[in-house]
């Protein structure tokens, strides 16, 4: 598999606004701050998402097109980059908001192949993410978690991290990523490009 281009589409609210694109989509989901849009960047390798400092910056769904090259053809893909979610400055009405419209698009979007939970190594997981466990399984969609942020932590404390997320999900939907230097960027590729299981 080779990725041939990506380029920025736009932002949106729901999934309507996908009509006539091809090819399936892949979800990034996870908190403010986590490196949603760097590893987006990293993955196809060009600077197409924009990285923010500032914590809740995203307000919409950034949809981005990506061509790549698979058994000798060249296809199309969607990558959705979703608003970080659990940022204390964001007011509650803010939040519901933006709880209900990814709730919505997902919901409604039929096209929707894997998604990404994008979690920040160093964190311990809360009674948030506990909630969002139950609800990527409810969605009964193939995802995975991606440890992202690995070179700024130990090996042994990723790979305790990665042992307490495989109790959960189980080893094969465990990834481990950093945007910095690579790490990890050949595994989440062949997921994400891989057939659902």
């Known amino acids: 598999m080779k990725i041939i281009n990506a380029q920025y589409l736009k932002g949106v609210t729901g999934p309507e606004g996908l009509e006539g694109e091809p ?7 996870g908190r403010s701050n986590v490196g949603k849009s760097s ?24 949809l981005y097109k990506v061509q790549y090259e698979l058994g000798g053809s060249r296809r199309s893909m969607i990558f959705s980059d979703f608003p970080g979610f659990g940022y204390a400055k964001v007011s509650k009405q803010m939040y519901k908001g933006w709880e209900g419209m990814i709730e919505t698009y997902v919901s409604e979007n039929t096209r929707i192949d894997k998604l990404i939970w994008v979690y920040d190594v160093r964190r311990d997981i809360d009674n948030l993410d506990k909630t969002l466990i139950d609800w990527i399984f409810s969605l009964r969609l193939d995802f995975a978690v991606v440890l992202t942020k690995a070179d700024k932590e130990t090996r042994s404390n990723v790979s305790q991290k990665r042992r307490l997320f495989s109790g959960y999900f189980g080893d094969s939907r465990v990834l481990t990523f950093s945007a910095k230097d690579g790490h990890g960027r050949r595994e989440l590729l062949s997921h994400i490009f891989s057939p659902d299981e």
Do not use: D, H, W, Y
């Open 23 to 29: 090819g399936p989509e892949v979800c990034f989901v």
């Open 39 to 62: 590893m987006i960047n990293a993955l196809v390798s060009q600077k197409v998402a924009k990285t923010s400092s500032t914590p809740g910056a995203t307000r919409l769904i950034n």
